[in-house]
């Protein structure tokens, strides 16, 4: 009885050993091929949802050879709430596709863009039941690989005295100035973010993290957003890390309080902000500050044509947004094909007032009520944190559609909310069978 039992342990040990390094690799090419594509069917299927769709596969092969229901659960539970708006934006596109007799070409785009995002975040959850409680750290080592392998490309094009004087030149010149050696494109800087955010406020029972090892992982951190410079990204930190740090700092009830008030605090902030950008206001004001905001207020003007800001308008439906962009391409307009830089405005025109209003619910006031619940202050911290630099991220970025910083989201949140649970705790307590 004692000898099987031991060959189990060995059997599921071995497993988790297997899977996790599989799991590993595969998260490195998911984050390597951020902008490369097969073509399947006609259409472009990018490298990386070949892969998060491995990593599911994999997933379910653990599952099979060490079955922890438990975590598996927990974990896809919190994808899908995080998946909830990418589902109701569909749902709402539906219903404006059938109405409106949309192209079929659309239709496929517009369906396809936010599937890809829902299997990121469950491959997210599938990665946290693979490595457990060292999900996110993992991850973080994995990005990082990647990061280095790119900057052994550079360096390697360049030589290494060459590769920090352009770099130096592109860090003075606050992103502007890429010299060869910006890593820009990769949008790896708002991934850094959320791990900064869990690095600072994450918190394990039991255990304390030595300050070595922290400070290896946020000279990372601050090399990776220098390399991938994004304006929005630091100030998304500094705001996050704030809103972490309130939270943190309240104590009972007051907890709630603060959560409901910055959930009724964006609903008003992102119904406001359409007519900010629609009318101008936004331009008026970069523009008497001097700032320079990388053609934003060229591309905001440009698309104020499609929307109006009335209950009465209904939407052009998911995938409006890419059709438009491939029509200005092909008619040679002279116009660049660049997207709208602002989630909130990009679901405005392609959802409608309406459906507009049913995702801003979803995408932030519904995942901080049902994932944070005013226990684990620290770790609920990192929800918030995470979930607020989001907000500041989606005002002049399109976060919502880059599977890097999506998948990076959802496996910061629910190795959080797990960690919160104390799930990890349960799995690994002597005594503890499973039922």
């Not at 973080?140 to 392998?149: D, E, K, P, S, V």
Request: glycine content about 8%; some cysteine.
């Amino acid at each position: 009885m004692s000898g099987s039992c031991e060959e189990e342990s060995m059997r599921k040990s071995y497993g988790e050993r297997a899977a996790g390094a599989i799991v590993f690799l595969l998260l490195i090419e998911i984050y390597f091929f951020y902008n490369t594509y097969a073509t399947i069917g006609g259409f472009g299927v990018g490298y990386q949802y070949i892969g998060c769709i491995m990593v599911i596969m994999v997933g379910g092969v653990f599952f099979l050879v060490n079955a922890e229901v438990p975590v598996l659960y927990c974990s896809v539970r919190s994808a899908g709430v995080l998946a909830l708006p990418y589902f109701a934006a569909m749902i709402w596109s539906a219903a404006i596709w059938i109405f409106s007799f949309t192209p079929v070409r659309q239709m496929i785009s517009g369906f396809f863009e936010p599937a890809y995002m829902v299997l990121s975040l469950f491959s997210a959850a599938i990665l946290v039941y693979v490595f457990k409680e060292n999900a996110a750290l993992y991850s973080f080592w994995a990005l990082t690989a990647t990061l280095l392998l790119m900057v052994l490309q550079r360096i390697t094009e360049f030589g290494l005295t060459e590769f920090f004087r352009r770099l130096l030149i592109y860090v003075k010149s606050m992103g502007k100035n890429g010299s060869g050696v910006s890593l820009e494109d990769t949008s790896f800087s708002y991934a850094f973010v959320f791990f900064c955010i869990y690095f600072i406020f994450q918190e394990k029972s039991g255990e304390k993290e030595k300050w070595w090892k922290l400070a290896l992982r946020f000279v990372v951190i601050i090399f990776g957003m220098l390399l991938v410079f994004k304006r929005s990204s630091f100030l998304a930190l500094a705001v996050g890390l704030a809103a972490a740090f309130l939270y943190s700092l309240c104590k009972g009830r007051y907890r709630k309080w603060f959560v409901n008030l910055l959930a009724a605090g964006f609903t008003f902030f992102a119904i406001i902000y359409i007519p900010f950008i629609r009318y101008g206001l936004f331009n008026r004001i970069m523009e008497a500050l001097n700032i320079d905001t990388s053609a934003r207020t060229r591309i905001y003007s440009y698309y104020a044509r499609y929307y109006e800001f009335s209950p009465r308008y209904t939407g052009r439906g998911l995938g409006f947004i890419w059709q438009l962009m491939g029509r200005a391409e092909r008619f040679n307009t002279g116009l660049q094909s660049v997207n709208v830089h602002c989630d909130y405005v990009r679901f405005y025109i392609e959802l409608g007032f309406w459906g507009y209003l049913c995702w801003v619910f979803t995408v932030f006031p519904w995942l901080i009520k049902r994932l944070i619940k005013g226990i684990y202050a620290r770790n609920d911290a990192v929800v918030l944190g995470v979930a607020v630099a989001a907000v500041v991220l989606r005002l002049t970025e399109n976060v919502s559609q880059l599977y890097s910083a999506v998948l990076t989201m959802g496996i910061v949140i629910t190795q959080s909310v797990l960690n919160g649970q104390g799930i990890f705790e349960k799995e690994s307590s002597p005594g503890k069978e499973a039922i």
